[in-house]
């Protein structure tokens, strides 16, 4: 197996050979993600009729899920990224069942939207501690929207997309959220329009983020080396330099190549897979 040698390190670095196939996972993605959104607009409704179209598309989800995750067609370049097919094909499978069947014992199926309620009363002035005091916006529940309406279909994408309390990114100016993102809108220390981090710390984040890559990049490791031969303090920071570099490939959405794959017995295993050897 041919290695490359690190500019940066000096070292030598174990170099990808897999082919990316990616194009005949697109169709089966694509149909699962647009199954689960039907099953998302039909939500609100608590019909008979709509209950039973979500157990039915049930199946459907799930032999997409599990084409997804054992077709060895599919692949990113290596075993390692080729885990985020699984990773979300049970996503999707999850939230499948979460709309076809978790729902069927609760009283409100759906989320309701929440704007915020203009009204006089509706903004509390706080006792004025500092200058950095703001008023208390509230915000109210509002009905569902009708069936097949253009808002019930960006009601089924919020009801997809959004993950933590806060105001979707599509049309913001309608001001919306979901009711479980009350707390924390109409909490006073809330940081709603605030960024997450200054800009010292952000900054200091993202150096560690490439700090971590450079060293799963460049780490002198040998092809067919698992990470229990490593030594203990090398398998430490080996575990959190990939951590934080997933974490990384999470934010941003895109797959970034790294220098280990996993091995057959579960472990982690450096190099090429011998099943993909040529026979020369």
Not at 85 to 95: D, E, G, I, S, V
Not at 192 to 210: D, K, M, N, Y
Request: proline share 9%; net charge neutral.
């Amino acid at each position: 197996m041919d290695h490359g040698i690190s500019s940066m390190f000096n070292q030598p670095m174990v170099q990808q050979d897999w082919v990316i196939s990616v194009k005949p996972a697109f169709l089966p993605i694509v149909t699962s993600i647009s199954l689960l959104f039907i099953s998302a607009v039909s939500l609100p409704s608590k019909s008979r009729s709509a209950i039973y179209f979500r157990l039915a598309l049930l199946p459907f989800h799930l032999m997409l899920a599990y084409d997804i995750c054992v077709n060895k067609n599919y692949s990113l370049g290596s075993a390692f990224r080729d885990s985020a097919f699984p990773t979300f094909a049970f996503l999707l499978f999850y939230r499948s069942l979460d709309f076809s069947i978790l729902n069927l014992w609760d009283a409100e199926p759906a989320f309701h939207w929440i704007v915020p309620d203009h009204e006089p009363s509706a903004v509390t002035e706080l006792k004025p501690k500092s200058s950095n005091d703001k008023p208390i916006i509230r915000w109210r529940k509002v009905p569902h929207p009708p069936l097949f309406s253009f808002d019930r279909m960006i009601w089924a994408l919020d009801n997809l997309t959004l993950s933590r309390p806060g105001t979707p990114f599509l049309f913001p100016w309608k001001a919306r959220a979901l009711e479980w993102s009350q707390r924390a809108l109409e909490s006073p220390d809330t940081k709603f329009g605030v960024p997450e981090w200054p800009i010292s710390p952000a900054i200091i984040q993202q150096l560690v983020h490439l700090g971590c890559h450079f060293y799963i990049r460049h780490l002198d490791i040998k092809s067919g080396q698992q990470i229990w031969d490593l030594p203990l303090f090398v398998q430490c920071a080996l575990s959190f330099a990939l951590e934080r570099h997933w974490s990384l490939i999470r934010r941003e959405r895109s797959p970034r190549p790294v220098s280990a794959n996993c091995g057959e017995r579960g472990g982690i295993m450096f190099g090429e897979d011998p099943s993909l050897d040529s026979p020369d």
